[in-house]
């Protein structure tokens, strides 16, 4: 004994629909437009992004050599003292490449928001 067929409901079906043709996963779709990075908001945007990446490193820098050279004391006890001071040396010296490296970020971004 066959079962009788059902009613189907209203569907609708599709094979592609208007997004999925437009849509391409090759690389092209998805790489940044080189064109933009050579006019002028590009080129702020890029020099932004420096002047903001330096200046929060100089900033986080700067505090983490502050504890280090305040935590360095010259007791006898103390755990080797010359590896401490050497560290908050070269902490002093890196926070003051990233200074320099924000002040010319500042300069080369000053210098196209005249223009």
């Known amino acids: 004994m066959e079962e009788p067929q059902r009613v189907r ?3 609708v079906t599709t094979t592609a629909s208007s997004f999925a043709e437009n849509f391409s996963t090759s690389s092209s779709s ?3 437009d080189r064109e933009f990075l050579r006019t002028l908001p590009g080129l702020l ?13 100089f900033v986080l820098y700067l505090s983490a050599a502050v504890v280090d050279a305040s ?5 006898r006890d103390s755990h080797n003292f010359n590896s401490w001071a050497a560290s908050s040396f070269f902490a002093f010296l890196v926070t003051i490449c ?8 500042f300069v080369a971004w000053r210098s196209r928001t005249v223009q």
């Open 45 to 57: 945007i890029v020099a932004e992004i420096g002047l903001w990446f330096n200046g929060s490193a």
């Open 98 to 105: 990233y200074a320099g490296n924000t002040y010319f970020s």
């Open 9 to 11: 409901s209203h569907t």
């Open 30 to 32: 998805f790489s940044y």
């Open 71 to 75: 935590s360095v004391s010259p007791e």
